[in-house]
Nanobody, 123 residues
Framework: QVQLVESGGGKVQAGGSLRLSCAASGRTFGINAMAWFRQAPGKVREFVAAVSWSGGSTYYADSVKGRFTISRDNAKNTVYLQMNSLKPEDTAVYYC????????????????WGQGTQVTVSS
């Protein structure tokens, strides 16, 4: 089993920045990729960004490309999401997820999920 704990959410004005962290523990040797997803009120959960655990390859949703940066620190078993130029439409609960599969954007490919952290962007 892998446990994921997110932190770093909060409230920020439009144009501001936040950095989310996700610390993994447990059987982390099986992780091949980690990702961030988000779910806004009344909407389905959507893919935000993903990073491969070994090579550091990254992939982003078009809606965040150029504003968000995903990175990982293998020594700390932690993945980060740096969010800049935040918009009100970025308001959502952000979830960290891990998979033993390859770098993917599909939710059901992710085996482990964190509890989520709220990000609120005011206009």
């Amino acid at each position: 089993q892998v446990q994921l704990v997110e932190s770093g959410g909060g409230k920020v004005q439009a144009g501001g920045s936040l950095r989310l962290s996700c610390a993994a523990s447990g059987r982390t040797f099986g992780i091949n990729a980690m990702a961030w997803f988000r779910q806004a009120p009344g909407k389905v959960r959507e893919f935000v960004a993903a990073v491969s655990w070994s090579g550091g390859s990254t992939y982003y949703a078009d809606s965040v490309k150029g504003r968000f940066t995903i990175s990982r620190d293998n020594a700390k078993n932690t993945v980060y999401l740096q969010m800049n130029s935040l918009k009100p439409e970025d308001t959502a609960v952000y979830y960290c997820a891990a998979t033993g599969s390859t770098l993917v954007t599909i939710q059901h490919e992710y085996d482990y999920w964190g509890q989520g952290t709220q990000v609120t962007v005011s206009s």
